[in-house]
């Protein structure tokens, strides 16, 4: 068990159903509140796993399940993808990118990611959590929020950075 931000809902999202969405904008959830909130950033090295971080924030008296889906579960994961948040608690996910040879001109990732949540009810577990919970035609009140994601460059040291690096390590233990 695990111990908002808004984003504009476009037709082309990738989501199924979100192409009768149109142009409206998801307001801040009254469930989670998520760090980052609307742009996952991704430091790019060709041909290794990017990772990136994301907070989940229950910032209700409820207890919170949520689920993670992305719109490229080939190249994307999500840990962990589904979970129980206590209330007022926070839970971690890391989300992580299979390996490029190069990244896009654009530096924007093919995956984008969608935040489901909705209350489960008291002292719920992981094992607890359904499909159906997140149905929104089983009248659930199920909350979304979007995030995209980018790639940012990762500065490569020059080797004269890392000889200084190396000098001012050796002088802090030779003091």
């Known amino acids: 068990m695990c111990s908002t931000a808004s984003s504009p809902r476009r037709a082309d999202d990738g989501f199924p159903g979100s192409e009768f969405l149109?142009?409206?904008n998801i307001i801040a959830?009254?469930?989670?509140?998520?760090?980052?909130?609307?742009?996952?950033?991704?430091p790019f090295q060709p041909e290794k796993l990017s990772r990136c971080s994301l907070k989940l924030t229950n910032?209700?008296?409820?207890?919170?399940a949520f689920k993670v889906q992305?719109?490229?579960?080939?190249?994307?994961?999500?840990?962990?993808?589904?979970?129980i948040i206590l209330p007022r608690s926070v839970c971690n996910v890391i989300v992580t990118i299979k390996p490029q040879n190069e990244?896009?001109?654009d530096m924007q990732c093919k995956c984008k990611f969608k935040v489901l949540s909705t209350i489960a009810p008291y002292g719920a577990t992981k094992k607890d959590i359904t499909i159906s919970m997140f149905d929104k035609e089983d009248d659930n009140v199920v909350e979304e929020l979007k995030l995209r994601?980018?790639?940012?460059?990762?500065?490569?040291?020059?080797?004269?950075?890392?000889?200084?690096?190396?000098?001012m390590?050796?002088?802090l233990f030779i003091a």
């Open 22 to 24: 149109g142009s409206t």
């Open 29 to 42: 959830g009254g469930f989670l509140n998520l760090h980052p909130s609307e742009l996952l950033k991704f």
């Open 59 to 64: 910032k209700t008296d409820q207890f919170i």
């Open 70 to 83: 992305t719109t490229n579960p080939m190249e994307s994961y999500v840990t962990p993808k589904n979970g």
């Open 103 to 105: 990244a896009p001109s």
């Open 149 to 167: 994601a980018v790639y940012i460059p990762v500065l490569e040291e020059s080797s004269e950075d890392s000889s200084l690096k190396e000098n």
């Open 169 to 171: 390590e050796s002088e």
